[in-house]
């Protein structure tokens, strides 16, 4: 076997790893509404005032989320997305 040919099967190797791998580490995690710090959220908000991470104004916002670990969100006093529209409606009532 030729050098070309083992790179590109150490290349093809990597690549099935990582697509086998990915979709087990994304079903461990979860978004909990309400617990970021400002500038910390992982992406859009609730509200639809931004759309990109680190974009957050507020500490504490119930429309601002980040990915936790499964099962972890309702231990740091964190929502489900559920119950973070809720409050908002409630807010706005």
Do not use: F
């Not at 790179?7 to 970021?36: D, F, H, N, R």
């Not at 991470?53 to 499964?70: L, M």
């Amino acid at each position: 076997m030729n050098q070309r040919a083992m790179i590109a099967a150490a290349a093809a190797s990597l690549l099935s790893t990582m697509l086998v791998a990915t979709p087990a580490v994304a079903q461990e995690k979860e978004k909990c509404y309400g617990i970021t710090t400002a500038g910390q959220n992982d992406c859009a908000n609730l509200s639809g005032t931004h759309s990109c991470a680190g974009q957050s104004k507020v500490s504490g916002d119930a429309n601002e989320w980040k990915y936790v670990a499964k099962g972890t969100c309702a231990g740091m006093k964190g929502m489900t997305a559920e119950q973070a529209k809720m409050k908002a409606m409630e807010k706005k009532s």
